[in-house]
Every structure is written in structure tokens, then in C-alpha cells.
């Protein structure tokens, strides 16, 4: 057998055990989490790819729920912070206190803080002032932190899941664009039909509700976030993606007129990557070894619009960010197609 032939017989095995406890882990997750099928596969995507997520909605839409139930079927060790407006970056990463010894002698000891965490639940991100939100940003790019110039890792594996509430309410700070550019996917929570709101009430109103239950380790957790980056690519997903992300930068040439006149700011070279990751990790919950373009159409909306943003006249317009992804979207796939 050659080599590649092994290795795409080795890749095979690993998607496939990865395959099985994800279902099962679905199937848990839906126990807790009714009718937001899409918000939960967007959220199993960016775990996969070792990354961070924020999911945006009004309060009451299950997020917090979702995190919890998360940090459950991972197996992983999870604190949750409430931020608030007087939340400080020690109350975040930890601070160190001066201590007495019995014989007089003092010194400092670092206590950590929730961040060291394999799951941190970061709950109404955007109600804390910019300097306390800043504060995560070495920790999500660089899974550690520095505390009066020692550097202190942090567990492995380390996500991120925010939740935030929408910008237009009472109390909220927007997120700095260096700290939106880390989470790899921003996921909207929108408000379930009436179906799906009924069968919430008799599931949840009861004596009793259902658990989820452990169904990965931070183990097998790391094991499939590694066959992730092992899936093979196809040149045509290369190329969609590539042709999407450049297209969203007004300052691009390939960039059509409507981005031009519209956007202020578009996507850097971190969102072609988190792409080219993503479209991995649902080729992989959907039990695929390969992504398809058809991937990139589904998470070109989760990847993108937190990493743009529309000029004023844009907004005086009414125009939407959203619509104006789908346009590229479109724009990007019929170009490859005719390549």
C-alpha cells in the first residue's frame, strides 16, 4: 500500500470515528436545544476548528443554554463569566496577590482566573467596557496570557463561545475589530417559528428536563480538530474561496462596483483561513471526507459579516451587510463554475 493510499485509509477511519460521536453528541445537544439546527452545526463547526464563536441574538434565545450543554458533551472544564459594566481584566485572567509567609517573608502568587478554562463561556460580551473586552485577545490568538510579564499558558484545548446581545440595545459597547477578526464565526440566533416555540414550552415547562450527557473527551476533542486539517481540499473550493474573500475588499481590483461603492472595510487574510477551515470541519459533522463548494456557500455568511463593514452613505441607504454577502456569494460561485 502507498503511502497516500495509508494515509487517505488512516484519514478515513479517523472521520469516521469522528462521525459517530458527533452524531451522538447531536443527538444529545437536541435534547437541550430545540429547532436551531443550523446555530448548533455552525457552533460544532467552529469547536472543530479550534476556534472561537460568537453567537449574536436577544436575550432568552438559548445561547447560554447551548454553551453549557456544549461544555458538557465535550468534556470539557468550562467557566462562565457575566460581563457587566465594572467587570476588570484581572476579574477575567486572574491578578496576583501579595502574601506573608510565617516568617515574615512576603512574595506574590498568581491566582487565575476563569480563563483558564478549556471552555470559556463569555456571557453578554458586549456589556463590558472596550479595555476589559480587549483583555481576552491574547488569550483566543495566542492561548496564553501575561500577568506582570510572566507568560502562563492556557488548558488545551482553550474556546472562546460569547454570547452577545444586538448592538441596538440599552448598554452594549461594540466589539473592538481586532477582537471580532478572532472568532472565527459569528453565529445569529434568530427567534424560532411557532412549531418550534411549542414544542420549547412543553419540553422545558415540565417537572422534569432532559440532560446531555458526556460524549467526547478533550482527547478524542483534539484528535478530530487534527483530522480536520488533515481533510483534502479541491482546487474548486480553493478557488471559491479565494474569489469571495477578494472580492470583499474594496481596494481589491477583482472587487465589483457594489463593494466598492459600499464597503468601508472587508475580510483580511484570516478570513480565507477560517473559511478553508470551516468548510472542513461540516464536511466532517456531515460525515464527508471532503468539503464542497456548497460549504463555502453556507459559511460565507458566519465567516464574513463580523469581518466587514459598510460605509456610511452605505447605511444612510439601508443597504445590509447580509444582502450584500449573498450577492458575492452568488457572484463567487458563478465565476468558478465558469472557469
Known amino acids: 500500500m502507498s503511502a ?13 470515528t469522528a462521525t459517530a460521536l458527533l452524531a451522538q453528541s447531536k443527538a444529545g445537544i437536541a435534547k437541550r436545544i430545540i429547532g436551531q439546527d443550523t446555530v448548533v452545526e455552525q457552533t460544532l463547526v467552529a469547536l472543530l476548528c479550534g476556534g472561537h464563536a460568537l453567537l449574536v441574538g436577544a436575550p432568552g434565545l438559548a445561547k447560554t443554554r447551548l454553551v453549557d450543554t456544549l461544555g458538557t458533551v465535550f468534556g470539557l472544564h468550562t467557566n462562565r463569566v457575566q460581563f457587566t459594566p465594572d467587570l476588570m481584566p484581572a476579574d477575567i485572567l486572574g491578578s496576583e496577590v501579595l502574601e506573608s509567609s510565617e516568617d515574615g517573608a512576603r512574595s506574590f502568587r498568581f491566582l487565575k482566573g476563569p480563563v483558564f478554562s478549556q471552555l470559556l463561556m463569555a456571557d453578554e460580551i ?28 492556557l488548558p488545551a484545548p482553550f474556546h472562546v463561545l460569547a454570547t452577545q446581545n444586538p448592538i441596538e440595545q440599552e448598554g452594549t459597547y461594540p466589539l473592538p475589530e481586532a477582537q471580532l477578526d478572532r472568532f472565527l464565526l459569528q453565529i445569529d440566533v434568530s427567534f424560532p ?16 428536563e432532559e ?8 482527547e478524542t476533542l483534539m484528535a478530530a480538530q487534527a483530522a480536520v486539517r488533515r481533510m483534502p481540499v479541491g ?11 477578494r472580492a470583499a475588499r474594496p481596494e481589491d481590483e477583482t472587487a465589483p462596483d457594489f463593494v466598492r461603492e459600499s464597503v468601508s472595510w ?33 459559511l460565507a455568511y458566519p465567516v464574513l459579516i463580523h469581518r466587514m463593514a459598510l460605509g456610511f452613505a452605505a447605511r444612510a ?23
Open 266 to 298: 472587508g475580510p483580511g487574510p484570516r478570513a480565507a483561513q477560517a473559511l478553508m477551515l470551516a468548510t472542513r470541519a461540516r464536511a466532517l459533522v456531515q460525515g464527508r471526507l471532503a468539503p464542497s463548494v456548497d460549504d463555502v456557500v453556507a
Open 126 to 153: 458586549n456589556r463590558a467596557s472596550p479595555r476589559t473586552q480587549s483583555a481576552l485577545l491574547q488569550a483566543m490568538q495566542e492561548r496564553q496570557v501575561t500577568i506582570a510579564g510572566q507568560e502562563y499558558d
Open 211 to 218: 440532560e446531555a450527557a458526556q460524549v467526547f473527551t478533550p
Open 317 to 339: 441607504r439601508g443597504e445590509k451587510l447580509s444582502e450584500l454577502i449573498s450577492r458575492l456569494t452568488e457572484r463567487a460561485i458563478t465565476t468558478e463554475a465558469a472557469a
Open 235 to 245: 482546487d474548486a473550493v480553493v478557488e471559491a474561496i479565494l474569489d469571495l474573500v
Open 193 to 208: 417559528s411557532r412549531e418550534t416555540e411549542r414544542d420549547i414550552l412543553l419540553a422545558t415547562t415540565g417537572a422534569a
Open 4 to 16: 497516500n493510499a495509508s494515509e487517505l485509509e488512516s484519514l478515513a477511519q479517523e472521520v469516521e
